[in-house]
């Protein structure tokens, strides 16, 4: 395993930030939306984004157990280092919007780690989100304009932007709930 996380703990955190992100999009709305729009071209976001995910993945490869490619570790960190130099250097374009695509790629292992040969049903919660997680990281990073046209679309009404946080909030909740009533520290 690489992340020693319970099932519970990534249950509490996971739901605590949906509540609280989507809380704060519903209760904030207009200043919400015009940082999501705002987010795709925003190169100093681009760049705090890019670098979690850099570190988060040098991170990864410098510890874990690589098995017959460990001699290959040093190659491995050195490419992560040169993508990230050059991903900065040569992709300007929806920097931010590549970058968080790959820390939602980041981000859904975890979850899916900690929900991995657990026996409550309730565990594909965190495991929906995952994939959910993972997909749209693989289309922000492929198709970064995606993301300009989702909040576009969320935000051209306002009940939309209103429905989009307020499942947040729910979806958020019942993993909370599931997190305190079912899944064991």
């Known amino acids: 395993m690489i992340y020693s996380l319970s099932l519970q703990t990534v249950g509490l955190l996971v739901g605590a930030l949906l509540v609280a992100g989507h809380l704060i999009a519903l209760l904030h709305a207009r200043g919400v ?3 999501l729009r705002a987010l795709p071209r925003s190169r100093g976001a681009g760049v705090v ?3 979690l995910a850099a570190a988060w993945a040098f991170g990864l490869v410098a ?3 690589l098995g017959e490619f460990t001699s290959y570790r040093q190659v491995f960190l050195g490419v992560i280092a040169a993508g ?3 991903t900065l ?3 300007p374009e929806f920097l931010a919007v590549r970058a968080l695509g790959m820390l939602c790629l980041l981000a ?3 979850l899916l780690e900690a929900a ?3 026996q409550q049903q309730s565990r ?3 495991t929906v989100i995952a994939y959910v997680w993972a997909v749209l990281g693989i289309f922000w990073v492929g198709k970064p304009y995606l993301l300009r046209d989702q909040v576009a679309w969320a935000s051209a009404s306002p009940w939309r932007w209103r429905a989009a946080a307020l499942g947040g909030v729910l979806y958020g909740a019942v993993l909370l709930a599931a997190a305190f009533t079912q899944y064991g520290a």
């Open 108 to 110: 859904a292992e975890p």
């Open 33 to 35: 939306q015009q940082l």
């Open 49 to 51: 984004l890019l670098t």
């Open 63 to 65: 510890q874990i157990d």
């Open 89 to 91: 250097v040569f992709v």
């Open 116 to 118: 991995f040969l657990q």
């Open 124 to 126: 594909l919660l965190l």
């Open 84 to 86: 990230y130099v050059l």
